[in-house]
């Protein structure tokens, strides 16, 4: 997608060792979000960030950490992977805060613990 | 605490028809709720937002209306097509303010 790119695309890896997934956007948005998208549970929030070294949890951040030391790149740690964390992982960009601007995703990055 | 629900997982109409996809929320009030398309493989894209004081909303083929007392949303795809066969989501601000949550999503398969 414009503007945004997520890599890896694809990772297998196994339980317990660390994994960073990137996302670099080019659009200078200030606000920056991980999802995780399962079946049966959709789209749910794992972390965001409204600027540098400004981040706060979602409703599915525990195992979980992030960083954003720049403007365009924000880090989704998974400290020690396991199983549970199976998932497609995708990251948004924002213009805004509120729900007046849309979103823009990546194409995501499925990963799989093993 | 907050509820999204698109009522079906999928529906199955025959081109040329009108698809309408329904998105019902529960303990909110938002003022704004938006519409996106998602294809397999990829991510989300969005395509139209509503607000509160707006009935209706419209881009091309795309209807969008808003009914606040009913807290629900209708999203029509009007003389529907093929191309038109993806996954439909909703999505508002959570209470928090912060981040929008999604419904999980109607999956719209358009036969020829």
């Known amino acids: 997608d414009a503007g945004i790119t997520q890599s890896p695309r694809h990772k297998v890896t196994e339980t317990g060792t660390p994994v960073t997934l990137r996302c670099h956007q080019t659009?200078?948005?200030?606000?920056m979000y991980w999802y995780r998208q399962d079946p049966g549970h959709g789209l749910r929030l794992i972390h965001y960030?409204?600027?540098?070294?400004?981040?706060d949890k979602g409703e599915v951040s525990d195992g979980y950490s992030v960083s954003r030391s720049k403007t365009e790149d924000f880090l989704l740690t998974l400290e020690s992977a396991t199983s549970s964390q199976t998932s497609v992982y995708f990251c948004a960009i924002s213009e805004g805060g509120t729900a007046n601007y849309g979103y823009t995703f990546g194409s995501g990055t499925r990963l799989t613990v093993v | 605490s907050q509820k999204i629900e698109q009522n079906s997982e999928a529906l199955n109409i025959q081109e040329g028809k009108t698809a309408t996809l329904t998105c019902n929320y529960t303990n909110y009030s938002p003022a704004y709720l938006q519409w996106y398309r998602q294809d397999p493989g990829r991510g989300p894209v969005f395509l139209l937002l509503i607000r509160e004081n707006e009935k209706e909303k419209r881009k091309e083929r795309l209807k969008v209306t808003f009914d606040t007392t009913l807290k629900q949303s209708l999203f029509h795809i009007t003389a529907s097509q093929p191309a038109d066969s993806a996954t439909y989501l909703c999505a508002l601000l959570n209470q928090a303010g912060t981040a929008l949550i999604f419904g999980k999503g109607t999956t719209l398969s358009v036969s020829s």
């Open positions: 659009e200078n948005h200030r606000y």
């Open positions: 960030s409204y600027g540098v070294k400004d981040t």
